[in-house]
């Protein structure tokens, strides 16, 4: 590291977990985030902020001026951009260390398993269930962890997923039918900072998965309620019967 980056860093490297061994553990990472939304926003500024050497920004949508309310990436002035565009332009005057790649489509299939083979961790910062299925079938198959956010109306939650663990489970492990759980902020609504909270927390994991440092909230999902500011953790148990992870 540099002078400009032990300063930049200094409030990071200062935490005697993280130190300079970890800093520099970070700029050499590469993290992978699907959705530049509410969840994406707060987590690819503050991975940027924090000095995650590479980011790789997925989204296929356009800025609308109903996302500007919670999506705080983009501004009233990039309505009508590709969001990848307009994600990398505002990282890049956070952070101009972080190389930034940007996908303007839809990942799937082989391309979105390669994806995710490059990366070391990946942040579901997705909005429906068919995405988060295969984000997870494909972290499962390249064994890499997924850190995984959902934020709707006044509630939150975030877990962990240690994919490159044998005995981690999986997203689908807790849950299978998208049918009845598919729910979106556009037909639900949703507070502003609730999707910011939760992404700080997505990007808050991303960074320890990086790093090494401290307990994730592997085989964990924590649950919030804005409500009544009542948080809840729930243990994750591997099922032996998932069609993803298990056994057969
Ligand atoms: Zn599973």
Redo the contacts with the bound molecule.
């Keep these: 590291m540099n002078d400009e980056q032990l300063l930049r860093y200094s409030r990071q490297i200062m935490l005697p977990q993280l130190d300079v061994a970890g800093q520099q553990r970070l700029l050499g990472s590469h993290a992978l985030i699907i959705g530049m939304g509410g969840l994406g926003s707060p987590v690819a500024m503050y991975l940027a902020a924090a000095g995650v050497g590479r980011l790789t920004l997925v989204d296929f949508d356009t800025v609308d001026l109903s996302n500007l309310q919670r999506q705080i990436l983009h501004g009233s002035d990039d309505i009508g951009r590709p969001k990848v565009e307009s994600a990398r332009e505002a990282l890049a005057a956070l952070n101009p260390e972080v190389v930034v790649s940007t996908v303007n489509r839809k990942l799937e299939g082989p391309a979105l398993l390669e994806a995710i083979a490059g990366a070391d961790v990946v942040i579901d910062a997705s909005d429906n269930f068919t995405t988060r299925f295969a984000i997870?079938d494909a972290c499962?198959e390249a064994r890499k962890p997924l850190v995984s956010g959902a934020a709707i109306r006044m509630e939150g939650q975030v877990s962990v997923f240690h994919n490159e663990r044998e005995e981690s489970?999986?997203?689908?492990?807790?849950y299978r039918d998208e049918g009845e759980l598919e729910q979106t902020c556009s037909e639900n609504g949703v507070l502003a900072p609730v999707v910011g909270v939760i992404g700080a927390l997505q990007a808050t994991e991303a960074l320890k998965v990086l790093a090494g440092i401290g307990e994730t909230l592997g085989g964990r999902l924590l649950l919030w309620d804005a409500m009544t500011m009542e948080w809840r953790s729930l243990k994750l148990r591997?099922?032996p019967a998932?069609?993803?992870?298990?056994a057969a």
């Design positions: 997870n499962v489970p999986c997203y689908r492990c807790l591997k099922d998932c069609p993803c992870c298990g």
